[in-house]
Nanobody
Framework: QVQLVESGGGLVQAGDSLRLSCAASGRTATIGWFRQAPGKEREFVAH????????YYADSVKGRFTISRDNAKNTVYLQMNSLKPEDTAVYYC????????????????????WGQGTQVTVSS
């Protein structure tokens, strides 16, 4: 396991942007972003591997969100542009210490460490 801390959430208007951060205590082979809205299951958003060369996005955010990482800071970012009310959720980052995933949507079961979440609220 690795310790993860999310930050950067807030209250914004539709069309605005936010950048979320996920600070990790050590190396993570894969970091994934998930979100969970009230009454909904945790939903995959994006993931990135250690090198940053492999990224993957859910269809719902493709073209609007960008995931990146700064390994010197052990931090992964989620740049969210053109936010929509349906993006409103608690956003979580999950870490897998050993497995580098690529090319497909992940599930919570693929991750063994989680942060506390950060709230993103988008008003219409």
């Amino acid at each position: 396991q690795v310790q993860l801390v999310e930050s950067g959430g807030g209250l914004v208007q539709a069309g605005d942007s936010l950048r979320l951060s996920c600070a990790a205590s050590g190396r993570t082979a894969t970091i994934g972003w998930f979100r969970q809205a009230p009454g909904k299951e945790r939903e995959f958003v994006a993931h990135i591997n250690w090198s940053g060369a492999s990224t993957y996005y859910a269809d719902s955010v493709k073209g609007r969100f960008t995931i990146s990482r700064d390994n010197a800071k052990n931090t992964v970012y989620l740049q969210m542009n053109s936010l929509k009310p349906e993006d409103t959720a608690v956003y979580y980052c999950g870490g897998n210490l050993n497995v580098e995933y690529s090319g497909y949507n992940l599930s919570p079961r693929h991750f063994n460490s989680w942060g506390q979440g950060t709230q993103v609220t988008v008003s219409s």
